[in-house]
């Protein structure tokens, strides 16, 4: 490490310990001692073990030897690791990467091979990788890939190229552009028939009207493309002619959902979404 540092640098601690309350308070008052401003802080703790990186600029270079110093003793004390280093802004390796997207993934489950491949695509397109992250914990898994490229790009272009990794997992794939407006949503368009839901419910109006197999088959000549989806729409509900609106009460009870549903569900409308 080098005896001293620019007046381009800043300094980052690095600390890693199984975690519990107050790290980062006692990290925070050696570095108040010692005369040093936070400039960013982030934190995370996966399975039980915290991560945490703090930046800091603002102090006379004759300071730094004795935050390390002391920050190391405590380290050992408490039993676990700090790394204490020079940062400097004009190096930083994810400053090319400004065109930051967000790429979810919505899965039964990713085996290994599945998270090689799709590390492996972006790699090959030089997209940086700045987050992962998991949003649940039930038996439908949600994942989380923040990303950045060194020039803009369209959501269109990130699909396209895991059009083939979406067909070997058989996973649904969303990407949006990582702004404010992603963070703070006010409306929640879900589409229904075979995404949210595991049926074709013009299909299941069908059979309670008697026409389910007609209904059935105008369907899959929609979804082949053999039909524009007006026509076959017109011919499928001209067939539910005289249905009893008590059959959609009926049906819309019964729907099913798809595995996972429900909790969204309970919180976008808790939410007031």
């Not at 601690?13 to 802080?41: C, K, M, Y």
């Not at 409306?187 to 229904?192: F, G």
Request: aromatic share 8%; net charge negative; charged share 25%.
């Amino acid at each position: 490490m080098p005896p001293f540092f620019s007046s381009s640098s800043q300094l980052h601690i690095h600390i890693s310990a199984q975690d519990r309350p107050g790290i980062l308070a006692e990290t925070l008052a050696f570095i108040v001692q010692t005369g040093w401003n936070v400039v960013d802080i982030k934190q995370f703790v996966f399975n039980g073990l915290l991560n945490l990186s703090i930046l800091l600029d603002g102090c006379d270079e004759s300071r730094i030897l004795s935050l390390r110093e002391e920050l190391s003793a405590y380290a050992e004390q408490m039993d676990f690791k700090v790394t204490v280093y020079p940062w400097k802004t004009a190096t930083r390796p994810d400053a090319p990467y400004a065109y930051r997207s967000v790429v979810t993934l919505l899965c039964d489950s990713i085996p290994s091979s599945g998270f090689q491949e799709i590390t492996r695509i972006f790699s090959k397109l030089d997209i940086n990788i700045l987050r992962i992250e998991q949003l649940d914990s039930g038996d439908v898994h949600a994942l989380e890939f923040v990303i950045g490229t060194r020039k803009a790009h369209s959501s269109e272009e990130v699909l396209d190229a895991l059009v083939k990794f979406k067909e070997n997992y058989g996973v649904d794939i969303a990407v949006q552009e990582e702004t404010y407006f992603r963070r703070n949503k006010r409306l929640i368009v879900l589409d229904a028939d075979m995404t949210f839901l595991q049926c074709e419910v013009i299909d299941e109006l069908g059979k309670l009207a008697g026409v389910g197999d007609k209904i059935a088959a105008i369907t899959r000549q929609a979804v082949n493309g053999e039909m524009d989806f007006k026509s076959a729409l017109l011919k499928r509900v001209k067939l539910l002619k005289g249905l009893p609106i008590e059959k959609l009460h009926q049906l819309s009870d019964s729907l099913p959902l798809t595995p996972g549903g429900r909790i969204p569900g309970k919180y976008l409308e808790i939410s007031g979404l």
